[in-house]
């Protein structure tokens, strides 16, 4: 039964490019793909918690592919696939008048196995893989329409942002899998206590947590998240409130049990949690569009579910699990029906849409639904969650419980004014009487904010299969909270009706309010996203006073650069390192021998001196030659015998094209030139020379010549130990050499008919 | 191009005994100074002679295949050579094997590969300068 | 000798640079077979001069004949030369083709990916210098 647990990410994976194709033939087949999600969440049903499965991958680091089934993960990856059910239905639907709607599918389909995948993971590699694939298939999503500049401003961000801290977070990985011996979670979990003395806890807690921030979009990395609204509507419901965003705050839960009782973990994310809060509230009311609104709601949303985490409190964990599922059902839902208000009102601008209530009763009803969810009305599960959301807070010393007041007014503005305000009143003008949309687009809405009325009225059907075992798995031990309970005291109850008058009030005069917020433009001039623009520009214009610098386009500016550099370097070590010497046995040279050294020298000081080219060609050649009967009287006959052959044809190809070219003409260096050139030269030889001494001052290991020398011909049947090293001992090192001559002709070959073909 | 009355004459005999010379070279590679690379060069240079009395075109014809077409064939016996131990034997890749006792085995194709590759490399570099 | 062979070195490295340096390509290509030179004989320097002789096994026995030299820089320099003609060789035949296309083979003339002055020079990068600054600006959360 296990396997089925890796098969869910791999049959997502695996229906990507037929999903691709499918739809490019069929784009009408888009709504049935809905299908796919529908049958992964019934799997996931059939899954006992406690399920695990695993192939070892690298063994040696201790990674393998090891895949785990628990409460939390349950949690996620029925979000996932049960919101996607419905998002999928909806896309197809949606996203019909889009050309490419085969690849927005497709790539819908990628992110929901990466989802699957990270969530269900239990490896940290493996987590992280999946973890990028996420960020990149938003990416794609969000530039879905790359002919639009903010599309493409958003795509980039997001990725810059998520990709980023995801790479802070890798180097937390790396500590953790380094300090607990395993990159196993279930196993690091498990021995939890070899962490809490660790010198590196600190340091994996910090950067761990950048990376979680930066892809729940905590303050300061939160600006990405509302830029990300330029994605389809479908996308911003799916990855950018649902899933996608609580990966962050879905691993700071899955390793809290490792960290709660430091007070680092408790206060970096009490702190930015508190903050982002508080930044998601403001600007949610400042805001005019009904997506970028939601966005900011959202981001509220993850500062609670981040604070929640951070709190050391039994009660804590279950009011995140709750507050995560009923968020993700009310906002999903509420999405949808401000894609579906743009598509058939013609405009996300809740300061004019108004009145469509009796045009569009079905959508009205989701709206409100899920709106009376969110602002956390009796009877509804959003209800419970604010009790809890209330008790935990309010129970915390410190400037918590104001914030957590004045934010939760601010939801129910944002309530109000999304799914209240655009249906009732007098009714706007439009070019085309609104309607509701057909099934396929309403199933999901009116579905999920129906399931939060389900659920409200009869918690019983989640409190011990879905909330309990995951809260138990961000504790690390059960809660014993059973949901339904009445948490609340009575101030808390009284103060929670203090905030819904509040927020009505609020509410009734936001369209006085919006205008004056609007108008402090400094909250846009100073925000983090000014902040991300000027840091992108200063790389850019660091990075092209750089490259005007180094980048000369001088041939002969590079190589010297290289050389002295080099060359340079080489000798700081050397001396340094005191790595001068002599040889340690040095056989002198034959007279013969030292004559031939003598030759060469001259052919390469002729090949320099020399004016006229063809002198210097034949000068070079008397090196190539007098190198190769070195060769031979150094007991080097192979190597003799293919450099005369490779001299000779050298020499050939050389004559051949000079002869086509008028390269006649004298080196144009002045003088001053060669004598800088010279010295670098002069220089590098020098330093050269020494290294190679050094090197030979070194005493010599013959145990691999003799070892080649005994198993040449009992091993490998042939008595040129040379050719032996070849064609056995180094046979794939020779395959691969002779591939790469074969490249080389290859480019070439293509060179020269295209040289030919001007 | 101009070329001696000598050279002109010469060059098929000189071809020839080159490309015999080469393969003598490549035979005897494994127990004394030779092999595939040396062998392949000057198989080259007898092509190269020949190119340069008659012209690239006489010797493309001598060829009938393109250089790299021989390169091409040598990089597949280099990688054929390697397969049986895979195959057959299951040891690593490229691990040379014998007839039983004689010294015929996989590296003699895999040397012939060798000297392939190295002749249609040399000549797709130089015969295409010889062309007028 | 390996003194010798170090000395050789440096010089061949030396003559290499400085015809690498020359502001015709003619010259670079004689750098370039120089440099292989040098970098053979560095090779083959580090392997040490263990003996005068091939390192052949003599039929009937087991081992490397006495004063046998050492096999193994000798087969890395084998290839080594064959790659680093095809290395020259290809340079050759790119030579030739910038001259086809160029109609120069002075280095310091060859400056078509960066041309002298400010890479803004060309009006087309202007442009885009712009929209890339547009795309940069914050999204204002309260317009429209």
Redesign the interface.
């Known amino acids: 039964m296990n396997w089925i647990l890796a098969l869910i990410p791999c049959l997502a994976l695996l229906a990507v490019p037929a999903v691709a194709l499918g739809l490019r033939a069929r784009p009408a087949l888009a709504p049935a793909l809905a299908l796919l999600p529908a049958t992964l969440f019934g799997l996931i049903l059939l899954l006992p918690l406690g399920a695990t499965f695993r192939v070892d991958w690298l063994s040696s680091f201790g990674i393998g592919f090891a895949f785990r089934l628990d409460g939390l993960s349950q949690l996620m990856a029925l979000l996932i696939t049960g919101i996607g059910t419905g998002i999928f239905l909806f896309s197809g639907s949606y996203m019909t008048s889009y050309p490419k709607q085969h690849r927005f599918m497709a790539v819908l389909t990628l992110f929901m196995a990466a989802m699957l995948g990270a969530v269900l993971a239990d490896d940290l590699i493996v987590l992280f893989i999946f973890w990028e694939l996420t960020s990149l298939a938003s990416f794609m999503l969000i530039g879905f329409e790359a002919h639009k500049?903010?599309a493409?401003?958003a795509a980039?961000q997001g990725l810059l942002v998520t990709v980023s801290g995801g790479l802070a977070m890798l180097a937390g990985i790396l500590l953790l899998g380094t300090a607990a011996g395993t990159f196993t979670i279930s196993e690091i979990l498990a021995n939890r206590a070899v962490l809490a003395t660790h010198a590196f806890t600190p340091w994996i807690i910090v950067l761990v947590a950048m990376g979680c921030f930066a892809k729940s979009a905590q303050w300061p990395l939160h600006?990405w998240l509302?830029?990300a609204m330029a994605a389809p509507t479908p996308v911003s419901a799916y990855l950018h409130s649902a899933t996608m965003v609580k990966l962050g705050v879905y691993l700071l839960a899955r390793l809290n049990p490792a960290f709660q009782e430091w007070a680092l973990w408790q206060g970096l994310l009490t702190g930015a949690g508190t903050l982002t809060m508080l930044t998601g509230a403001i600007?949610a009311l400042?805001?005019?569009?009904l997506k970028?609104k939601l966005a900011w709601s959202t981001v509220v949303a993850l500062g609670t579910l981040v604070t929640l985490i951070g709190l050391e409190e039994p009660l804590a964990a279950t009011a995140a699990v709750v507050f995560l599922l009923v968020h993700a059902l009310y906002k999903a839902s509420l999405f949808l029906v401000a894609g579906i208000l743009d598509k058939k009102a013609g405009t996300r601008?809740a300061l004019m849409l108004r009145g469509l209530g009796r045009h569009m009763p079905l959508t009205a009803i989701a709206a409100l639904l899920a709106a009376l969810s969110m602002a956390g009305a009796p009877g509804f599960i959003g209800y419970m969650a604010k009790d809890l959301l209330f008790t935990v807070q309010l129970g915390v010393p410190g400037l918590l419980p104001v914030v957590a007041l004045l934010v939760n007014a601010a939801m129910v503005v944002v309530a109000g004014v999304v799914a209240v305000r655009p249906f009732f009143g007098k009714p706007m003008e439009m070019e085309r009487e609104a309607k509701d949309p057909g099934f396929t687009m309403l199933a999901a809405p009116l579905t999920l904010a129906i399931l939060g009325l389900v659920f409200g009225l009869a918690p019983a059907l989640i409190s011990v299969n879905l909330v309990e075992p995951a809260a138990a798995a961000i504790l690390g031990e059960p809660t014993g909270i059973a949901l339904g309970d009445k948490q609340a005291t009575e101030i808390v109850y009284y103060l929670s009706l203090v905030v819904l008058v509040l927020g009505v009030i609020a509410f009734l005069a936001w369209t006085r309010l919006?205008p004056r917020?609007?108008?402090?433009?400094w909250?846009?001039?100073y925000?983090p996203?000014?902040a991300?623009?000027s840091l992108?520009?200063s790389v850019?214009l660091i990075s092209?006073a750089v490259?005007?610098r180094v980048?000369?386009?001088?041939?002969?500016f590079y190589?010297?650069a290289t050389?002295v550099l080099m060359f340079g370097g080489t000798l700081v070590l050397l001396v340094a390192g005191g790595g001068l010497g002599?040889?340690s046995?040095?056989?002198?040279?034959?007279p013969h021998?030292?004559v031939l050294?003598g030759l060469?020298?001259a052919g390469?000081?002729a090949?320099?001196r020399l004016q006229m080219?063809f002198a210097?060609?034949m000068a070079?050649a008397v090196?190539?030659f007098g190198?190769g009967i070195l060769?031979l009287?150094?007991?080097?006959?192979?190597?003799a015998?293919?450099?005369f052959?490779?001299e000779?044809?050298?020499i050939?190809?050389?004559v051949?094209?000079?002869a086509?070219?008028p390269?006649r003409?004298l080196?144009?260096?002045r003088r001053e030139e060669h004598r800088r050139?010279?010295a670098?030269?002069?220089g590098?030889?020098?330093v050269?020379?020494l290294t190679?001494?050094a090197?030979?001052s070194v005493p010599?290991d013959?145990q691999?010549?003799?070892w080649?020398?005994?198993a040449?011909?009992?091993e490998?049947?042939?008595?040129?130990?040379?050719?032996?090293?070849?064609?056995?001992f180094?046979?794939?090192?020779?395959?691969g050499?002779?591939?790469?001559?074969?490249i080389?002709?290859?480019?070439?070959?293509v060179?020269?008919r295209?040289?030919?073909g001007? | 191009m101009k070329t001696s009355f000598i050279m002109n004459a010469s060059a098929r005999y000189v071809l020839w005994a080159c490309v015999l010379l080469s393969l003598f070279?490549l035979l005897r590679?494994?127990?004394?100074?030779?092999?595939?690379?040396?062998g392949g060069?000057?198989g080259?240079?007898g092509f190269?002679f020949h190119a340069?009395a008659r012209g690239a075109g006489a010797t493309r014809a001598v060829l009938r295949l393109q250089?790299?077409t021989w390169?091409?064939i040598?990089?597949l016996c280099?990688?054929l050579?390697?397969l049986p131990a895979m195959l057959l034997f299951g040891e690593p890749?490229?691990t040379?094997q014998?007839l039983g006792t004689t010294?015929i085995?996989t590296?003699v194709l895999?040397?012939l590969?060798?000297y392939l590759?190295?002749l249609?490399?040399?000549l797709?570099?130089?015969l295409?300068?010889?062309e007028a | 000798?390996?003194?010798?062979?170090?000395?050789?070195?440096?010089?061949?490295?030396?003559?290499?640079?400085?015809?690498?340096?020359?502001?015709?390509l003619?010259?670079?290509?004689?750098g370039l077979?120089?440099l292989g030179?040098?970098a053979?004989?560095?090779i083959?320097?580090?392997?040490?001069?263990?003996?005068?002789?091939?390192?052949?096994?003599?039929?009937g026995?087991?081992?490397?004949v006495a004063d046998?030299?050492?096999?193994?820089p000798?087969?890395l320099?084998?290839?080594a030369?064959?790659?680093s003609?095809?290395?020259?060789?290809?340079v050759?035949?790119?030579?030739?083709?910038v001259?086809?296309?160029k109609g120069t083979?002075?280095?310091?003339a060859?400056?078509v990916?960066?041309?002298?002055g400010?890479?803004a020079a060309d009006p087309r990068d202007a442009a885009e210098a712009e929209?890339?600054?547009?795309?940069?600006?914050?999204?204002?959360?309260?317009?429209?």
């Open positions: 500049p903010a493409r401003r980039q600006m509302p830029n600007l400042r805001e005019r569009d970028r601008d919006q917020l609007a108008a402090q433009t909250l846009d001039d925000g996203d000014a991300y623009g992108l520009r850019s092209g490259t005007r980048q000369t386009g001088s041939l002969r190589i010297g050389v002599l040889p046995a040095d056989p002198l040279p034959l021998q030292a050294v060469v020298i390469a000081v090949a320099c080219l210097q060609v070079a090196v190539g190198v060769f009287t150094l007991g080097a006959a192979d190597l015998f293919t450099q052959t490779v000779t044809i050298a050939v190809l050389l051949a094209i000079l086509r070219l390269f003409e080196d144009a260096r050139d010279g670098i030269a002069i590098a030889g020098v050269g020379f190679l001494l090197v030979l010599f013959t691999m010549p003799d080649m020398g005994a040449a011909w009992p490998a049947k042939g008595r040129n130990v040379v050719n032996v090293i070849l064609v056995d180094r046979a794939l090192d020779t395959l050499e002779i591939a790469v001559l074969l080389a002709a290859l480019a070439a070959t060179l020269l295209r040289a030919r001007k | 070279v590679g494994h127990n004394e100074p030779g092999g595939g690379f040396i060069l000057i080259a240079l190269v340069l250089p790299l390169a091409g040598g990089l280099g990688i050579a390697g890749f490229l040379q014998w010294p085995g590296t895999f040397d590969g060798v590759v190295v249609g490399f040399a797709a570099f130089v295409p300068f010889m | 000798m390996e003194f010798l062979l170090a000395l050789l070195f440096g010089v061949l490295l030396s003559a290499a640079i400085y015809l690498l340096m020359a502001r015709s003619a010259r670079s290509i004689l077979l120089l030179n040098a053979n004989i560095a083959i320097a580090s392997g040490r001069v263990l003996g005068w002789a091939p390192p052949l096994v003599a039929p026995a087991n081992a490397l046998a030299s050492n096999p193994l000798q087969a320099v084998l290839t030369i064959v790659i003609f095809g290395l020259t060789a290809y050759m035949v790119l030579s030739w083709a001259w086809r296309g083979v002075d280095t310091e060859l400056r990916a960066e041309p002298r400010l890479p929209t890339l600054a547009a795309d940069l600006l914050p999204t204002r959360t309260g317009a429209r």
